[in-house]
């Protein structure tokens, strides 16, 4: 696939929508996607040509079609396994989003050195003490890990899942982790979001924008 | 503030790292941010100009002229108060990311229907009950909801905060929320962060592609 981070980002977002329509509404317009994104409707349409989609007619897109095509294309059926790293309440909450399951994102085990929560299970997924990582890894072939382990035990950890074979770690603590070469990190920074989101809106403008 | 999202974004996460630094590290080179980060040097020393930032000597950055050059940009000082409305896992655990505060999130109060939550503090944040809503987005002029109830609420609940006054929402259920113009909604979108995730590091590519 060869779609820029924001296109992958809205074909997301445009994909709940139609997740969300009613039965009964077979064509949705470019138009009504934007007014609900807030966005330009050429934006729209520019970012649905990435899906080589022929379900466009006069009134508007196939929901289904669009639905399927975005489906298709950013592999939603393909699932990857992943274990998340850190049973707290992000952990918890994480291993609550259902949606990830639709989305093709599989939560198979979380790890914790909490006593009290080692050997339950949440949403399905049991909690296993952090020693078992190495041994799971490698009998379940899991790649990827979800970092929600506290800021203070974040690079211990990662050096950790290196040295236990995990390949990807999508990082939600706000640390920038040092890794070998073999390991990817993918920083979900809600400081930054946070930021952009501000930013964006310009929330504060009145207080310190002087020209007013 | 005039500066692109991604920039944005990066400027955060060198300064996770400048946080992190020992004392004794007077200096950093963006060889070293950008080894941290797996992105290229010429990159940080671009991000770097948007701060008007001085502190560039032989042997690199300034750690903490660095720092405080980032913290006045993107306006860490500038608090900026919120409400969490649904105080699950997700909820629980944005209240408890103290690293909000630093950067200038201010969590005021949490919200939701659990008669069992009602009354309680999580962080030192106590718990009201969604009707509470409208009269303490008055009483404390707040404009910022973080919204993590579930997803089947999610649109509701939009309507309701809408009509109380609130003017930002940043959003974490996987829905699209439909608002007046009054409101402006963030996404944190973490299924369409996940997809970005795996295909910039082509997570399934021993299995799908074909010319190896």
Not at 3 to 19: A, E, K, Q, S, W
Not at 56 to 62: A, F, I, L, W
Not at 77 to 87: E, L, M, P, R, S
Not at 94 to 111: E, P, V
């Amino acid at each position: 696939m060869n779609i820029p981070d924001n296109v992958l980002n809205r074909l997301t977002l445009y994909h709940f929508i139609l997740d969300d329509l009613r039965e009964d509404e077979e064509t949705i317009s470019s138009t009504k996607i934007a007014q609900l994104l807030n966005i330009d409707s050429s934006q729209v349409r520019k970012d649905i040509k990435y899906l080589n989609s022929s379900g466009k007619c006069k009134v508007g897109y196939n929901s289904k079609e669009l639905k399927s095509s975005i489906e298709k294309c950013l592999g939603f059926k393909q699932t990857k396994d992943a274990f998340i790293v850190g049973a707290g309440n992000l952990g918890s909450a994480l291993a609550k989003y259902t949606s990830f399951k639709d989305y093709g994102l599989n939560i198979l085990a979380m790890f914790d050195n909490d006593t009290k929560k080692i050997g339950t299970t949440i949403n399905g997924k049991e909690v296993f003490e952090f020693s078992k990582i190495a041994n799971l890894v490698k009998r379940l072939n899991v790649e990827i890990a979800i970092l929600t382990v506290p800021k203070e035990a974040a690079q211990a950890m990662a050096n950790y899942l290196a040295g236990a074979g995990i390949k990807y770690i999508w990082n939600f603590t706000p640390c920038v982790l040092e890794v070998p070469k073999t390991v990817r990190v993918w920083n979900e920074n809600l400081i930054g979001s946070f930021l952009q989101f501000t930013n964006n809106n310009e929330i504060d403008k009145v207080e310190n924008d002087n020209r007013n």
